[in-house]
């Protein structure tokens, strides 16, 4: 997908996204969103190693500023209201809308408002339009505050927030299929992939020497059980977690074959339903936060190494307890 713009252009009515003395249209929110975040998101990259503070303190402005502008315009390219925060005011439903309405003057765009940093990424979830985000990812709007409120950086905490950050732009990239020389420049391209890969393979390493691990625990449990009841025990064992989040299913574990669960948070309720003589049937959709295997004790314990180990990391399930709303009378 390809993010429209048709440049920018001197201020009118159909034209309220003020960006110095030009202005963007309603149509190309996404666009401008795209862009700002791409630059955030190339000087976090080019200042991030600098041993000047200043220069920290801008890397740390737009680590978590790329991430969240590139958040929105994923949205916006969606639809500009899925920026709409809560509570809702007429004035920000209006502009995001791109809507009128006489007698009511046209919203300031510096004044709306719009979702935090967090509400975004839990929307892109819900739409299937995010890669992979950890809870310990969170570090890269902290660093962005910090510089901005209080004028702090850690360099140590700059430096690990590079990886999530890395990882959130290219999935933006590749979502508008944007060559990555020409997203990162030529001078940053090799080390934004560099940074994208060794991410990569330090997840890889680690969830192969867990599996590795557990495949070791299953074999030392099978040389002391019985041989005649061995299957028997271990089938007995599986399908048990001692993690609760808000849904599990069940899962065959990926280093000993019994069956595991897969433990994660709802991200969408009644997203299907199988209609039927005398009934139906709804399911709804986890994200998959976590997986645990009671034989062998394999444990992942995110997003990315359960994406590493080859699991989904979101499962739709037949949901018993989901009873849609009512339709208005």
């Known amino acids: 997908m390809k993010t429209p713009s048709r440049g920018y252009g001197e201020g009118s009515e159909h034209a309220g996204w003020p960006f110095g003395d030009s202005f963007r249209s309603h149509d190309d929110l996404a666009a401008h969103l795209h862009q700002v975040g791409q630059r955030h998101a190339r000087r976090a990259l080019k200042l991030y190693t600098s041993t000047d503070q200043f220069e920290m303190l801008d890397a740390a402005f737009s680590v978590g500023s790329a991430v969240e502008l590139l958040a929105k315009s994923l949205l916006a390219s969606v639809s500009p209201t899925l920026l709409l925060s809560e509570p809702l005011d007429v004035g920000s439903i209006l502009k995001f809308s791109g809507a009128k309405a006489p007698g009511f003057g046209r919203p300031d765009a510096v004044t709306v408002k719009s979702i935090d940093a967090g509400k975004c990424i839990d929307r892109l979830k819900q739409l299937k339009m995010s890669p992979p985000w950890l809870a310990t990812d969170k570090a890269v709007f902290w660093l962005r505050n910090g510089s901005a409120h209080m004028g702090v950086v850690d360099q140590n905490t700059l430096r690990s927030a590079m990886r999530p950050m890395v990882r959130f732009a290219e999935f933006v990239r590749e979502h508008y299929d944007h060559p990555s020389d020409r997203w990162w420049g030529p001078e940053l391209d090799e080390l934004a992939r560099g940074i994208a890969q060794a991410e990569a393979t330090q997840w890889d390493e680690i969830v192969q020497a867990k599996i590795a691990a557990a495949k070791l625990r299953l074999k030392e ?53 199988d209609h039927y003589d005398g009934g139906v049937t709804y399911y709804s959709r986890m994200g998959v936060t976590h997986f645990e295997c009671s034989v062998c004790n394999l444990e992942l314990t995110d997003e990315l190494e359960v994406s590493a180990a080859g699991l989904p990391t979101e499962i739709d399930y037949v949901d018993e307890d989901y009873e849609p709303a009512p339709w208005p009378e």
């Not at 271990?234 to 074959?257: F, I, Y």
Request: negative net charge.
């Open 221 to 273: 449990l099978q040389q002391s059980l019985p041989a005649f009841s061995t299957e028997t025990i271990l089938k007995s064992m599986s399908g048990r977690s001692h993690t609760s989040v808000e849904h599990d299913e069940d899962q065959d574990c990926p280093a000993c074959g019994y069956t595991g669960k897969a433990i994660g948070v709802i991200l969408e309720y009644g997203v299907d339903a």
